[in-house]
C-alpha cells in the first residue's frame, strides 16, 4: 500500500474516532442530566455502541498510523514532532480508556459526577486534536 493510501486511511479512522471521543463525553453529560428511566436505559445503549464504534475507528487510526511510520522509520523516529504527538495519542488512548470505565459506571447505575464535570471532560479531545493537527501538519520540530 503507497503512503498516501496509508496517510488516507489514517485520516479516515482519526475522524471516526475523533467523532467517538467528542460524541461519547456530550452522551455522559445529557445521561448525568437525565432520571426519566426510559431514557437512562436508551443512553446506555447508545454509550455502548459508540464506544464500540469509536474502538473499532481508534484501532485502525492506530495501525494505519504504525504504518505509516514504517514506510521510512528512520525519519519518523527522529522526528521532534512526532514524539509530541505520538505523547499526545498515548493520553487520548488514556482517556479512551477512561470512557470505557465512565461507560460501565453508567451501565451499573454508579454515576456520582454531576453534568458540570462531564462538560469540562468534554473538553480535552478538542484541545488534543488542535495540537496533533498543527503538530502533523507544520512539524514544528
Avoid at 475522524?15 to 455522559?28: E, H, I, K, Q, S
Avoid at 494505519?64 to 512526532?82: M, V
Avoid at 484541545?127 to 501538519?137: D, P, Q, S
Amino acid at each position: 500500500m503507497t503512503y498516501l493510501w496509508l496517510k488516507t486511511f489514517h485520516i479516515v479512522f482519526l475522524v471516526t474516532w475523533f467523532a467517538g471521543l467528542f460524541y461519547l463525553p456530550r452522551l455522559f453529560v445529557y445521561h448525568a442530566m437525565d432520571q426519566a428511566r426510559a431514557t437512562v436505559e436508551l443512553f446506555k445503549v447508545m454509550e455502548r455502541r459508540l464506544f464500540i464504534m469509536m474502538t473499532i475507528g481508534g484501532v485502525l487510526t492506530f495501525v494505519f498510523g504504525l504504518a505509516l511510520i514504517f514506510t521510512n522509520p528512520g525519519h519518523y523516529l527522529s522526528s521532534g514532532w512526532l514524539h509530541a504527538k505520538l505523547l499526545l495519542v498515548a493520553l487520548l488512548i488514556a482517556y479512551h480508556v477512561y470512557c470505557w470505565k465512565i461507560v460501565r459506571t453508567f451501565a451499573a447505575d454508579a454515576n456520582t459526577r454531576n453534568d458540570r464535570w462531564y462538560r469540562m471532560f468534554n473538553e480535552a479531545p478538542s484541545l488534543a486534536l488542535i495540537v496533533i493537527v498543527i503538530l502533523a501538519v507544520l512539524k514544528p520540530f
